[in-house]
C-alpha cells in the first residue's frame, strides 16, 4: 500500500521587531493535510500549553470585586482585570498556589514590577499597569496566589483551594500563546500542483518562545495519537523481547562455557 508522503521542511521565520512573534512553514503537505495538521495544531497551541497566572487575590480594605478603595482610581474589578493580563512564567512546576505580595505607597502608577518575586517566579511584561494611586496618602497592599494551568479555568475551577477570608477569587488565562492563524497555499510537487504550504503565524507572551510552543504542542498531539495507535504498548512489547533475547544470549553463553570445560577435563 502506498504511504502518504511527509512533510520535508520547516522553516521559522521571526519577526526581528518582535521576539515573540514567528512565522512558520511546513511544507509539502500531502492534499488537504495542511488543514488537518494546522487546525489540529492550532487547537492545541491555545489550550493546552501550560502557563502561570493570577488565580485569587487579596486586596487590604476591599471585600469584593464591585469595591472601591480610597485615593484609587480604578475600582477592584478594574485592578482585577488588569491582573488577568499579567503574564507569568514558572521555572519549575508547582503543585499548590505561590503567594506574592505587592505594596505600593504615594501618587503613582503600580506596575506589575512592583510585585515582589521569588525564586522560580518571572514576570514576563513588567510595565503593565495594575492601579492608579491618586494622592501622596494613597496605598495599595495586596497579596496574589499564583497557580499553573491549561488554557483557561473560569473561577468556579478554584474554589475548591483553602484561600483566606476576603480573597477574590479570578479568572485565569494560562495559556502562553496570544493568538495563531494558519493560511493554505498550492504548491507543486513533482507533476502534481495541489500538496499544502501550511503557514502559521503565531505569537506568545514572552513566557516561551514560538518554535518552543509549536514544538511542545507537537509532542502533545504524538502523545495522543500514540495511545490510540498503540505505540506506548508495542514499545513495552519490544523492552519484553529485548530483555528474552539478552537473557536467550547470557544462556547459551553460559552452555558454551560448560562444553568448553568439559572437553578440558
Excluded at 489550550?47 to 480604578?74: C, D, R, Y
Excluded at 492608579?132 to 475551577?157: A, C, N, V
Excluded at 516561551?208 to 502533545?220: N, V
Aim: glycine share 6%; hydrophobic share 35%; charged share 35%.
Amino acid at each position: 500500500m502506498q504511504t502518504i508522503p511527509l512533510p520535508s521542511k520547516v522553516e521559522i521565520k521571526k519577526n526581528k521587531e518582535n521576539k515573540n512573534q514567528a512565522e512558520i512553514i511546513i511544507e509539502p503537505c500531502y492534499p488537504g493535510f495542511g488543514v488537518t495538521l494546522g487546525n489540529a495544531l492550532r487547537r492545541v497551541l491555545l489550550s493546552s500549553l501550560p502557563g502561570g497566572a493570577v488565580i485569587a487575590a487579596k486586596i487590604k480594605g476591599a471585600t469584593h470585586e464591585f469595591s472601591t478603595l480610597p485615593n484609587v482610581k480604578e475600582d477592584v474589578l478594574e485592578i482585577i482585570l488588569n491582573l488577568k493580563s499579567l503574564r507569568i512564567k514558572l521555572d519549575t512546576l508547582i503543585e499548590e498556589p505561590i503567594v506574592l505580595n505587592l505594596k505600593a505607597k504615594g501618587e503613582k502608577a503600580v506596575k506589575a514590577k512592583d510585585i515582589e518575586t521569588i525564586a522560580g517566579v518571572r514576570i514576563i511584561n513588567p510595565d503593565l499597569k495594575i492601579a492608579t494611586l491618586t494622592d501622596e496618602k494613597s496605598s495599595l497592599d495586596m497579596k496574589l496566589w499564583i497557580g499553573e494551568g491549561r488554557g483557561y479555568s473560569t473561577s468556579e475551577e478554584f474554589k475548591k483551594n483553602d484561600f483566606e477570608v476576603g480573597v477574590i477569587i479570578c479568572d485565569a488565562i494560562f495559556t502562553p500563546v496570544i493568538k495563531v492563524s494558519l493560511n493554505i497555499e498550492n504548491i507543486r510537487v513533482g507533476d502534481r500542483t495541489d500538496y499544502d504550504k501550511l503557514i502559521l503565524n503565531l505569537e506568545t507572551d514572552g513566557s516561551i518562545d514560538p518554535l518552543e510552543a509549536l514544538m511542545e504542542s507537537s509532542k502533545i498531539l504524538v502523545n495522543q495519537f500514540g495511545f490510540i495507535t498503540g505505540d506506548k504498548e508495542i514499545k513495552k512489547e519490544e523492552k519484553k523481547e529485548e530483555v528474552k533475547e539478552e537473557i536467550k544470549s547470557k544462556e547459551t553463553a553460559r552452555e558454551e562455557k560448560k562444553k568448553k570445560e568439559k572437553k578440558k577435563k
